[in-house]
Protein backbone atom coordinates (compact mmCIF):
# COMPACT_ATOMS: atom_id res chain seq x y z
CA UNK A 1 0.00 0.00 0.00
CA UNK A 2 3.01 2.25 1.09
CA UNK A 3 4.52 1.23 -2.22
CA UNK A 4 0.81 2.75 -4.34
CA UNK A 5 1.32 5.86 -2.52
CA UNK A 6 5.25 6.14 -3.39
CA UNK A 7 4.54 5.30 -6.68
CA UNK A 8 1.24 7.72 -7.54
CA UNK A 9 3.15 10.54 -5.71
CA UNK A 10 6.25 9.86 -7.89
CA UNK A 11 3.98 9.86 -11.21
CA UNK A 12 2.17 13.11 -9.96
CA UNK A 13 5.80 15.07 -9.48
CA UNK A 14 6.70 14.03 -13.33
CA UNK A 15 3.50 14.61 -14.43
CA UNK A 16 3.63 18.00 -12.70
CA UNK A 17 7.17 18.87 -13.83
CA UNK A 18 6.54 17.53 -17.54
CA UNK A 19 3.20 19.75 -17.64
CA UNK A 20 5.33 22.98 -16.04
CA UNK A 21 7.61 22.41 -18.43
CA UNK A 22 5.12 22.31 -21.56
CA UNK A 23 3.75 25.38 -20.12
CA UNK A 24 6.41 27.61 -20.00
CA UNK A 25 7.30 26.54 -23.67
CA UNK A 26 3.82 28.07 -24.56
CA UNK A 27 1.98 24.90 -25.60
CA UNK A 28 -1.34 25.48 -26.97
CA UNK A 29 -4.52 25.35 -24.90
CA UNK A 30 -5.15 22.02 -25.90
CA UNK A 31 -2.25 20.54 -24.50
CA UNK A 32 -2.26 22.78 -21.29
CA UNK A 33 -5.82 21.58 -20.32
CA UNK A 34 -4.40 17.73 -21.01
CA UNK A 35 -1.64 18.58 -18.56
CA UNK A 36 -4.01 19.80 -16.24
CA UNK A 37 -6.42 17.13 -16.00
CA UNK A 38 -3.51 14.58 -16.00
CA UNK A 39 -2.21 16.61 -12.51
CA UNK A 40 -5.48 15.89 -11.21
CA UNK A 41 -5.98 12.59 -12.03
CA UNK A 42 -2.58 12.18 -10.47
CA UNK A 43 -3.37 13.87 -7.57
CA UNK A 44 -6.69 11.88 -6.89
CA UNK A 45 -4.63 8.66 -7.62
CA UNK A 46 -2.43 9.64 -4.41
CA UNK A 47 -5.58 10.34 -2.39
CA UNK A 48 -7.19 7.06 -3.42
CA UNK A 49 -3.75 5.45 -2.34
CA UNK A 50 -3.55 7.26 0.98
CA UNK A 51 -7.11 6.36 1.81
CA UNK A 52 -6.76 2.97 0.92
CA UNK A 53 -3.77 2.80 3.44
CA UNK A 54 -5.54 4.58 6.16
CA UNK A 55 -8.20 2.13 5.98
CA UNK A 56 -5.68 -0.64 5.88
CA UNK A 57 -3.68 0.55 8.87
CA UNK A 58 -7.37 1.29 11.12
CA UNK A 59 -8.37 -2.43 10.32
CA UNK A 60 -5.14 -3.89 11.23
CA UNK A 61 -5.05 -1.23 14.73
CA UNK A 62 -8.55 -2.81 15.65
CA UNK A 63 -7.88 -5.76 14.75
CA UNK A 64 -4.37 -5.43 17.21
CA UNK A 65 -6.92 -4.09 19.26
CA UNK A 66 -9.45 -6.50 20.05
CA UNK A 67 -6.64 -9.54 20.19
CA UNK A 68 -5.32 -7.48 23.13
CA UNK A 69 -9.08 -7.14 24.95
CA UNK A 70 -9.67 -10.92 24.30
CA UNK A 71 -6.58 -11.91 25.63
CA UNK A 72 -6.39 -10.30 29.05
CA UNK A 73 -10.32 -10.69 29.15
CA UNK A 74 -9.32 -13.75 31.83
CA UNK A 75 -6.82 -11.41 33.58
CA UNK A 76 -9.28 -8.78 34.25
CA UNK A 77 -12.07 -11.39 35.16
CA UNK A 78 -9.64 -12.65 37.92
CA UNK A 79 -8.29 -9.08 39.55
CA UNK A 80 -12.41 -7.86 39.19
CA UNK A 81 -13.33 -11.29 41.35
CA UNK A 82 -10.24 -10.99 43.23
CA UNK A 83 -11.00 -7.79 44.38
CA UNK A 84 -14.35 -7.89 44.78
CA UNK A 85 -13.77 -10.97 47.76
CA UNK A 86 -11.07 -8.60 49.44
CA UNK A 87 -13.62 -5.53 49.58
CA UNK A 88 -15.83 -7.93 50.73
CA UNK A 89 -13.65 -9.47 53.65
CA UNK A 90 -12.26 -5.95 54.49
CA UNK A 91 -16.14 -4.44 54.98
CA UNK A 92 -16.50 -8.32 57.03
CA UNK A 93 -13.73 -7.35 59.06
CA UNK A 94 -14.60 -4.35 59.60
CA UNK A 95 -18.30 -5.30 60.53
CA UNK A 96 -16.77 -7.56 63.21
CA UNK A 97 -14.27 -5.12 65.09
CA UNK A 98 -17.42 -2.67 64.87
CA UNK A 99 -19.47 -5.34 67.23
CA UNK A 100 -17.16 -6.41 69.27
CA UNK A 101 -16.30 -2.45 70.20
CA UNK A 102 -20.26 -2.25 70.56
CA UNK A 103 -20.40 -5.22 72.93
CA UNK A 104 -17.36 -4.05 74.85
CA UNK A 105 -18.44 -0.73 75.43
CA UNK A 106 -21.97 -2.11 76.66
CA UNK A 107 -19.93 -4.57 79.13
CA UNK A 108 -18.20 -1.85 80.73
CA UNK A 109 -21.61 0.07 80.75
CA UNK A 110 -23.10 -2.10 82.26
CA UNK A 111 -20.47 -3.07 84.91
CA UNK A 112 -20.11 0.91 85.40
CA UNK A 113 -23.52 1.53 86.17
CA UNK A 114 -25.02 -1.78 87.19
CA UNK A 115 -27.50 -2.23 84.28
CA UNK A 116 -27.48 -2.90 80.76
CA UNK A 117 -27.70 -0.56 78.08
CA UNK A 118 -30.71 -0.72 76.65
CA UNK A 119 -30.84 -0.96 72.58
CA UNK A 120 -31.66 2.20 70.63
CA UNK A 121 -35.17 3.01 69.75
CA UNK A 122 -36.54 1.92 66.38
CA UNK A 123 -38.64 4.53 64.55
Known sequence: ????????????????????????????????????????????????????????????????????????RSARDTVRDDSKKTGHSIAEGARTVGRAVRDGFNRVKAGATGKPSEPAPKG
Not at 13 to 28: D, E, F, I, K
Open 1 to 72: MKATVIRAAAVASVVLLGGLAAVGRGQPADTAATVKDDIRSAGHAVAHGATTVGHSIAEKSRATGHTIADDT
